[in-house]
């Protein structure tokens, strides 16, 4: 990642005992559930909703972990983990997202856990009905986004040096195809996961914006069309579903990396 990313946000503490150096971070997909960021990130602090302009989801990156964990689909291609991608249309509301921050020392398993992203300074806004008020008023934060707008070829090169070699070791092994596709669709545990983490640092509000600032990989469809199609009434089944859905083991397969 940008050596400039790992100073973005960063606040000094004056709590003895405390890290002197913290990083902030947006989270948008699985580190919406403040239980899964745990896993990976457990120091964490000042975890609460958020708006985030500019940017929107995408479910088009092939998730090898969920591949790892056996909640892939090919048969039906429900393959993807999700991606944020900058909105090209301002009259979009803005995304809802969790913010919190880290230690400094925790920053290298937060990109191991993102690692097929690349990484940037994102606004942060203030959710209006928020009931925590320590975010200021206005801030940036660091968010991971599509990497080089889903270029393969790019990703093999920046992060493997060209060497097949060391990426078919890492993730060839796994799946050998395009790691961004315009063919596939969520994978239902993750997608799960997702839902929930925006119910619980959201509500009703937090799933109905999930929906509607979230893309299928067609770059076309968004989230709410996809869950109406196949549940009716999204929001509301969607809500009926998670009350009695498990998460914890697309929770494990998320702290892994995507």
């Not at 005992?17 to 899964?36: D, M, N, Q």
């Not at 009716?232 to 990396?257: F, H, I």
Request: charged share 25%; aromatic share 10%.
């Amino acid at each position: 990642p940008p050596s400039a990313m790992q100073n973005s946000s960063a606040s000094i503490s004056t709590s003895s005992g405390e890290p002197k150096e913290w990083v902030s971070i947006v989270g948008y997909g699985s580190l919406l559930s403040e239980k899964s960021a745990r896993k990976t990130l457990p120091s964490l602090r000042n975890f609460q909703p958020v708006m985030v302009p500019g940017y929107r989801r995408c479910f088009n990156l092939v998730s090898i972990s969920q591949i790892k964990w056996g909640f892939s689909d090919w048969e039906t291609r429900k393959v993807a983990a999700v991606v944020a991608q900058p909105s090209k249309d301002d009259r979009k509301a803005p995304m809802l997202a969790s913010y919190f921050e880290i230690p400094k020392a925790e920053l290298p398993a937060y990109y191991r856990r993102e690692a097929r992203y690349e990484f940037e300074k994102a606004t942060v806004l203030p959710r209006d009905d928020a009931k925590k008020t320590s975010t200021p008023p206005k801030t940036e934060a660091i968010i991971c986004i599509e990497f080089k707008g889903g270029n393969h070829e790019a990703y093999v090169k920046t992060m493997f040096g060209g060497d097949l070699t060391k990426y078919n070791k890492s993730i060839g092994k796994y799946y050998d195809g395009p790691l961004w596709r315009k063919d596939i669709f969520p994978v239902d545990q993750y997608l799960n996961l997702c839902l929930k983490g925006a119910f619980e640092i959201g509500g009703e509000e937090g799933v109905k914006n999930f929906l509607e600032t979230s893309f299928l990989s067609d770059e076309k469809t968004s989230l709410k069309e996809y869950v109406a199609s196949k549940l009716g009434n999204p929001a509301a089944k969607c809500l009926e579903d998670l009350s009695n859905c498990d998460t914890s083991k697309a929770e494990s397969a998320a702290a892994v990396l995507i």
